[in-house]
């Protein structure tokens, strides 16, 4: 016992220094990778394990989160536990797969991909920029991988339609009816508190809750490979749509299922978007908006505290 916890004292100092190298590699990759995207500009592996449970912690403070080692495959483990269920994932250089998935690596892509907080401005996009878009984009596209999302079946207790459903919770959120995980509930609750104190003094506020149409959150969906799961199918994420939506340009997907193939090309100002203000007070509660992603998704938040820390130490 006491081989193994100097064994770990030493890989937490290697960690610590790995942390010091792997974070200017870090700056040099986005600096790099910031003239072309490309899938290593989404998904950046330079991450380090001990920054990360730190974010994990901080970010899901309801879960205990176990730090172990595996001798014989030679890699950290994270024991989740959440909802008096235990989890194991291995490390992976930040994929957090289950053992059995260990086999399938190459086909996923890290849990804290490269992290942006402004909307990609057409204006600025270089021709590359906008041929490798289009090409992250395409069906025709094989190379791209899944974002692995085990970890959150984890935190979220959500591995099969029934253990999901089971923390469903009914929710009346800016006026609208939601079926939402109740992890977010509280989350939701003081945004709604926070937009309609701000309604009361900013009418751009006021008029985006009144034209609010729904606040539609889980959606179940059957998917082969669990590791494509949509958030919708968690119930943690959140689409917040105007009245006469189908009328105007909010996400990405519906442009191209329409013909477009220029839709990147689309003026900022051409797209529908909550208010600025709506969007920082979601972000504040955890939620990430969709709007900031290459294929943007206007309508569409992301319940990632861990994620927007993780954007945090990255500033
Ligand atoms: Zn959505």
Do not use: C
């Not at 072309?36 to 309801?62: D, G, H, L, M």
């Not at 260990?102 to 057409?122: A, D, G, Q, T, W």
């Not at 509930?185 to 149409?213: C, G, M």
């Amino acid at each position: 016992m006491k081989l193994k916890a100097g064994l770990l004292a030493l890989f937490f100092i290697f960690g610590i220094l790995e942390n010091v190298f792997s974070n200017s590699k870090n700056e040099n990759q986005i600096q790099k990778n910031q003239k072309t995207i490309t899938p290593e500009f989404f998904y950046n592996e330079e991450n380090s394990f001990y920054q990360e449970v730190a974010i994990f912690k901080k970010a899901f403070p309801s879960v205990d989160f176990r730090i172990d080692y595996d001798e014989e495959i030679d890699d950290f483990l994270l024991v989740v536990t959440s909802y008096r269920k235990e989890n194991v994932y291995y490390w992976a250089k930040g994929l957090y797969l289950p053992k059995s998935e260990l086999k399938n690596k190459e086909k996923y892509s890290i849990v804290f991909e490269r992290y942006n907080e402004e909307v990609l401005n057409p204006e600025k996009m270089t021709d590359e920029m906008i041929a490798s878009i289009r090409k992250f984009s395409s069906k025709e596209n094989r190379t791209s991988k899944i974002a692995s999302k085990f970890l959150f079946n984890g935190i979220f207790d959500a591995w099969t339609r029934r253990s999901t459903e089971s923390h469903l919770l009914r929710n009346r959120f800016l006026g609208k009816w939601q079926s939402v995980h109740e992890m977010l509930v509280p989350h939701l609750d003081e945004i709604e508190r926070q937009i309609y104190e701000l309604a009361k003094s900013d009418p751009e506020v006021a008029t985006f809750v009144q034209n609010l149409a729904s606040a539609d959150s889980y959606s179940w969906r059957e998917i082969r490979d669990s590791g494509a799961r949509s958030f919708h199918s968690y119930g943690t994420a959140v689409d917040i749509l105007p009245y006469g939506w189908t009328k105007k340009i909010t996400y990405w997907g519906f442009e191209k299922g329409e013909g477009n193939e220029d839709w990147m090309l689309i003026p900022i100002e051409k797209r529908w978007a909550p208010p600025k203000k709506v969007i920082d007070i979601f972000m504040s509660e955890g939620f990430y908006w969709g709007g900031y992603w290459a294929l943007w998704d206007n309508m569409h938040f992301d319940y990632r505290p861990d994620f927007i820390l993780f954007g945090k130490t990255k500033k």
